[in-house]
Structures are given as C-alpha cells and as structure tokens.
C-alpha cells in the first residue's frame, strides 16, 4: 500500500493517459534525435515569454518544469503552450494544475513552431 507521498509522486509522474494529447491544435508530434538549433531557439523563446513564471528546479508562479517530458506527451506540452485557457477549462490535468497553482496560465501569443521550439528545449532540458 502507497502512502499518500507516495501516490502524490506517482500521480505527478503518470503520463496523461491514452489520448491525453491536451485540447489544441496539436494533435501529432514527431520525435527524433534532440535538435540543438531548434533547441537554441527554444531557449531564446522560453527566456522571453516563459521565464517571469516558470523555472526548471523550482516552482515560481507556475509548476517546475524539470522532467515536464516524462510527464506529459509532447502534444499536451505545446497544446498548454498555445492554448492555455481552454486546457484549463477542459483538460483534466490542466485543472489540476489550476487548482494546484492557483494562476491562470497566460496566453503568450506563442506560434505552433515556437511552442514545437521550447518543446525541444524542455527536450534538452529534461536529458540533463
């Protein structure tokens, strides 16, 4: 039997189930090797329309994103990214968040290619 740590943290790292692709216009994402350049862009992305809320090690108005990759599919990553407010209307583990964090994620007027860049940051990010 799990304590109630213990099913915290194994609630925090279940991948969203079959489907949990989030609610957006993302629907696939195809993953290869990590793309340093795209990576690169990320970074730069992510410094000016992500920072002021979220960190990697430590949560700050938003949650950490350490380890956001093993948690989520890449769909619901840039889904919450382009879509925030409906994903936290609707998806159930975007609520979650919402109840948790108690913050609206904002919508940053981010482009499908600039969230699939900071979605290979987060990528890199993660393999450290």
Same mark, same amino acid.
């Given at each position: 039997m799990l304590s109630a740590c213990g099913k915290e943290k !194994? &609630?925090?790292q279940a991948v969203p189930e $079959?489907? =949990? &692709?989030?609610?957006g216009p993302v629907s696939?994402?195809?993953l290869g090797?990590?793309? /340093?350049? @795209?990576a690169e862009k990320g +970074? &730069?992305?992510? /410094?000016?329309?992500?920072? $002021?809320?979220?960190?990697f090690e430590e949560k700050v108005v938003g949650p950490a994103l350490k =380890?956001?990759? /093993? +948690? +989520?599919?890449p !769909?619901?990553? %840039? #889904?919450?990214?382009? #879509?925030?407010? !409906?994903?936290?209307?609707k998806d159930p583990v975007a609520k979650e968040l919402l $109840?948790?964090?108690?913050?609206? %994620? @904002?919508f940053q007027n981010v482009k499908e290619s600039e969230a699939r860049e900071i979605l290979e940051y987060f990528r890199k990010q993660d393999k450290r």
């Open positions: !194994e &609630k925090e $079959a489907g =949990g &692709k989030g609610i696939s994402v195809v090797p990590i793309d /340093e350049a @795209t +970074r &730069k992305q992510f /410094e000016t329309k992500c920072s $002021a809320c979220h960190k =380890g956001v990759t /093993e +948690r +989520r599919t !769909e619901w990553i %840039m #889904n919450m990214i382009l #879509n925030p407010t !409906e994903m936290t209307q $109840a948790e964090h108690l913050t609206q %994620m @904002t």
